[in-house]
Each structure stands twice: as structure tokens, then as C-alpha cells.
């Protein structure tokens, strides 16, 4: 049955009252294409509605332009018209409702699985708890930079300024989105005069303690780690198929982070690296006790079919071991740093050192390595000697 005039008219203006005005703007988007004398020429013409406000546009020449070109141009109007009456976002929405609606979606899915449960445990320790149902177009530079410095009188300066690229990364993708207007953030900066530990390396002194503490397993792992560089996540994700016949080299093609297997942690770390020759022979000594396939994890959980955890490696097999020579403070990045640092005093080059570890050359020489006192009482002896004797 067919609806009369006057009842299609109440329908209409009870959807207008209850849907707003964008109703009588989307009847009308289809627009009408239409081709329309100008003379003596015929012409493409498209006519349509803005709102209330009927439009008209020339498209051009019919001797110029065939159907699919017009119908071409015409969508190209209707689709800016429409992106324009698309309601922005919200400008009232709160730091946590973004955070947890849009950011933290978004951010999953580029972060690694390492990366992504690190940087989410910051942002929901610090960031969450004083910006929660903080407006986000009200976050301005003094109150962010006020916040930093607060955070840097009790926590470290890598905490601090990894906070301050958390705040630049969310509003940068809050500026992208639309919730605010202006993003303040790259104008923060790292406080002064925070206090950080100083690294620690341990002497060859202090290696050779530290790998006799341990069980058979745990030396293997301790070698790994001082003598290749090799982070605990590329020791813990080998399998067999990444160890050469005689374990003098080893193919770095993943990683394990709580369990979960994932790529390297940067393009340059999937690498062949050098095992040297006592590491290597503790390496095959080992191997004659794991699985025999390819795919057999070379330390193995208490399940033969996953590989071992990082945290429970240390916090029961070797800290407590470690305790008992006063070392156990030497977790594994300071493996890291020592394999970097003793490396560096006998005269490893740093690119080959570099690329062992699997990072840039940069990295090696500003984070991992620290030159021992008596390098620096060298070097400092060296300098005045020739300068006084000239």
C-alpha cells in the first residue's frame, strides 16, 4: 500500500526532529547528473544539496568529457561534501577514554609484544593515574613538564624520558585524529640534574667468579651472553636448526618474550654471530642433553616443548647462585654492558663488536661500553707524558 503525501511529509519532519538536521543533507547526496545546453554547446551538470541550499556545477564539455568521466568528477564533489558534513570528533573526551578507545588499539598493533607490554604497564603506572579524566584539549605544556620534573625527583632519567616520549607519541596521534586542535608535547624536555645509578661492568676478575657460581645450564647461558653479546631473548629462543654442526655459529632469526616468540628486536639483529671456541665447546657439551630435531628448543622449560622464561631463569637458578660471590646485581644487561666494555679494553673493533651484538655502532659506544679505571689512568697518563715531554 502506498503512503499518502501529507503522511510521507510527518515522517519526514519527525525524523528531522529526532535525528537532526544531517537527514534532509543525505536524502540528497546521490546529487543529478545531467547534461544541459550552454549555447550551442552541451555540458555536464551536477546538480545537488548542501543542507538546505541547492547547488549547480558545470562538469564540463559532453564533446569533452564521456558519462563515466562525469559520473567520475561528480563523485569526487559529493565525497568532499560529504567528508565536510561528517560530525568531528569529540572535543570534551578525557586522556583515559582516549587512551584506552583509540591509542592504546592503535599502538598494539606497530608495538612488539616486548615493546607493547613494557611501554603499556608505564603509560597505566604514571601516565593514566594523573591524566585520567583530565579533558585532553586541556593538557598543556606547563602542567606536562611540571609533571616530569615531579617524576624526575624520585625516578630514574630513562624512566623519565621514556614518560616524555609516551606523551609525545599520544598526542601526536591525539593531533591526527582531531581531538586536539594544537599538540604542545615536542617542547617538553628531559629535566636537569637527575641522578641516575652508575653502570656497572664486572673485571675479568669478577667473570670468571660470576660463570663458577652457576649450574652446568646456566654457564652455557652465562657464556652466551658475555662472550657472543647475545641478548636473553635470542639465547632462549635458539632452537637447533639455528646452531651450526660444531657450535661456532649461530643464526639469530627470533626472539622469546614471555613466552611468546617474536622477530629480533631490530632488523640488523637478524644476523649470524661468532661463537668462540671455549663457549662453543660448553655450547655442544650441552647440546648432547636437548632434543634431537631441528625445532628442539636448546633450553627448554620444565616442558620440553616451550622455551625457558627469562624471569624464571634468573630469579631461581641464577640470582640466588650469584648472591653467594657477591655478584648477583650482574643481571643481563649488565652481561651486555660487560661483553661491550671488556670487549672495547682489548681492542675488539667496535663495528664487528657492533654487529655481534646486533645494534649500531653508535649504541655501542655511548650505552654498553664503559671504559675501566685503569683504561681511563692510561689514557690520562698517555695524554700528560706527551704533552709534557714536548
Known amino acids: ?188 624536555y628531559t629535566p636537569k640534574g637527575i641522578v641516575s645509578p652508575e653502570a656497572r661492568v664486572m673485571t675479568g676478575k669478577e667473570v670468571n667468579a660470576y660463570i663458577a657460581a652457576l649450574d652446568t645450564r646456566e654457564q652455557v647461558i652465562a657464556h652466551l651472553a658475555l662472550f657472543t653479546g647475545l641478548r636473553p631473548g635470542e639465547i632462549l629462543a635458539l632452537q637447533r636448526q639455528h646452531i651450526s654442526a660444531e657450535c661456532s655459529q649461530i643464526r639469530i632469526e627470533q626472539r622469546v618474550y614471555q613466552g611468546k616468540i617474536d622477530t629480533p628486536k631490530t632488523r640488523s639483529s637478524t644476523r649470524t654471530i661468532a661463537v668462540p671456541s671455549t663457549t662453543a665447546k660448553h655450547l655442544r657439551k650441552w647440546m648432547e642433553i636437548v632434543g634431537t630435531g631441528p625445532d628442539a628448543w636448546v633450553f627448554p622449560s620444565e616442558n620440553p616443548a616451550t622455551p625457558l622464561w627469562r624471569e624464571n631463569l634468573w630469579t631461581r637458578h641464577m640470582q640466588p647462585k650469584l648472591e653467594s660471590v657477591g655478584l648477583d646485581w650482574a643481571n643481563f644487561q649488565e652481561l651486555r654492558r660487560t661483553h661491550a666494555s671488556l670487549g672495547h679494553d682489548a681492542g675488539v673493533d667496535p663495528k664487528v663488536a657492533a654487529d655481534q651484538r646486533g645494534h649500531g655502532i653508535g649504541v655501542a659506544i655511548d650505552v654498553y661500553t664503559k671504559a675501566g679505571i685503569n683504561k681511563k689512568a692510561a689514557a690520562a697518563s698517555l695524554l700528560e707524558k706527551t704533552v709534557l715531554s714536548a
Open 1 to 188: 500500500m502506498g503512503i499518502s503525501a501529507n503522511l510521507r511529509t510527518d515522517l519526514y519532519s519527525t525524523l528531522r526532529r529526532t535525528e537532526g538536521p544531517n537527514v534532509h543533507r543525505q536524502r540528497h547526496q546521490n546529487g543529478s547528473l545531467q547534461v544541459r545546453k550552454h549555447g550551442k554547446r552541451k555540458m555536464w551538470i551536477l546538480l545537488y544539496r548542501d543542507g538546505s541550499t541547492r547547488r549547480y556545477v558545470t562538469l564540463g564539455a559532453c564533446a569533452q568529457m564521456n558519462k563515466s568521466q562525469a559520473q567520475y568528477e561528480r563523485d569526487k564533489i559529493l565525497a568532499e561534501l560529504k567528508s565536510r558534513n561528517v560530525p568531528g570528533p569529540d572535543p570534551t573526551i578525557t586522556f583515559g577514554v582516549f587512551l584506552e578507545r583509540t591509542a592504546l588499539p592503535f599502538l598494539r598493533a606497530k608495538w612488539k609484544a616486548s615493546t607493547g607490554l613494557t611501554t603499556e604497564n608505564r603509560i597505566r603506572k604514571h601516565l593514566l593515574p594523573e591524566y585520567q579524566d583530565t579533558v585532553l584539549q586541556a593538557l598543556n605544556l606547563h602542567q606536562m613538564q611540571q609533571f616530569l620534573i615531579t617524576k624526575a625527583q624520585t625516578h630514574s632519567r630513562s624512566i623519565v624520558a621514556h614518560l616524555r616520549w609516551d606523551l609525545r607519541a599520544l598526542l601526536r596521534l591525539a593531533l591526527a585524529e582531531g581531538y586536539i586542535e594544537r599538540d604542545p608535547s615536542p617542547s617538553l
